[in-house]
């Protein structure tokens, strides 16, 4: 299984080196972090359960902000290192208007450098921004020339303030740009993108796509709109879809297989899978802190959290 998914990725990877992703470097593995022997560490139950799988993020005093925490639209608010329960940060069903009799399903979730939220908002196709003590919510894109998204499904952060943005119904990857306004495309060809990661460098956007059972590598330092992607990690054949992205800072990509209940954790410079986890349920959203993955997927799966470290 681990030739068949590597197939394309052998085949791209001297382009990934050459189109600009100088950051998977081979320096960059094997610091820091080491991931445990065991393919099955013990996995914690942080909420039990979800209104609907979303995004999770931490912010710099600890805490942790989760999607649909109870109801659908809600945002989620725990302190990692207290005994007190999980609260309701901010209802977003207050904020916003739906399409139709749609919730507004909080899917990505991201927070940047001035502890503000960042969310994809499935029901509104929206991208909003929530000021760190819940009084303010922005929208910082809803439409692209004109045309209102139809859906959204994950945000990721890029070092020098961007915004990308999934919409598998549209086929495309946004590129925001919240102090001017402005919205690009990313892609030039169909992508039905789910979850998304960036190098830390900012030169590589990750792109997982369920449907066609593929990761797919951008380089970020192309011009838009003729950027098409420099690699592809193939998983069709497996039985398995992607969802979940995260770059750990050794340059390992982790990838949370969806349904399959698995994370996945490759070395993109010796095309090799390091390790494969069970996370105890669905996989569709990951975050990393000091040592311990993070997984929120499924309603029944909540969150919960793998020691690593």
């Known amino acids: 299984m681990e030739k068949r998914i590597f197939t394309k990725l052998l085949a791209c990877l001297p382009v990934i080196l050459a189109g600009g992703c100088s950051w998977f470097a081979r320096e960059n593995i094997g610091a820091g972090l080491e991931l445990p022997l065991n393919d099955a560490p013990q996995v ?3 909420v039990p359960k979800l209104a609907h799988s979303g995004g999770l993020a931490f912010d710099t005093e600890g805490i942790l902000y989760f999607a649909n925490h109870l109801n659908p639209g809600t945002i989620g608010r725990y302190a990692v290192d207290q005994l007190e ?10 904020w916003l208007t739906t399409y139709g009799d749609q919730a507004p399903i909080v899917q990505g979730l991201t927070i940047d450098a001035e502890g503000r939220l960042i ?15 819940a009084s303010k919510v922005e929208v910082l894109a809803d439409s692209h020339e004109g045309i209102l998204f139809s859906s959204v499904h994950d945000v990721v952060l890029a070092p020098e303030g961007l915004v990308y943005a999934s919409s598998p119904d549209e086929g495309v990857i946004y590129r925001i740009s919240p102090d001017e306004g402005k919205v690009q495309i990313v892609n030039q060809e169909l992508v039905r ?3 998304l990661a960036i190098s830390p460098d900012g030169k590589c956007l990750v792109v997982a796509e369920p449907d066609a059972a ?36 050794q340059g390992r990509l982790f990838v949370g297989m969806g349904e399959a209940g ?4 490759f070395d993109l ?26 997984i929120s997927g499924g309603r029944d799966g909540g969150v919960r959290k793998l020691t690593l470290k």
């Not at 410079?269 to 993070?294: I, N």
């Open 44 to 46: 914690s139950i942080v």
């Open 85 to 94: 329960p999980a609260t309701v940060f901010i209802d977003l069903n207050e």
């Open 119 to 133: 969310g994809a908002v499935l029901g509104t196709g929206k991208i909003i921004r929530v000021s760190p003590d």
């Open 193 to 195: 993108a789910d979850g």
């Open 214 to 249: 593929r990761v797919l590598v951008f380089s970020l330092e192309n011009e838009y709109p003729e950027n098409a992607p420099v690699s592809t990690l193939d998983f069709s054949g497996s039985g398995q879809s992607p969802r979940g992205l995260l770059f750990d800072k």
């Open 262 to 265: 698995t994370v996945n954790v």
């Open 269 to 294: 410079t010796e095309t090799r899978l390091l390790r494969t986890y069970e996370v105890g349920g669905s996989a569709d959203r990951l975050f990393l802190r000091e040592g311990e993955l993070w």
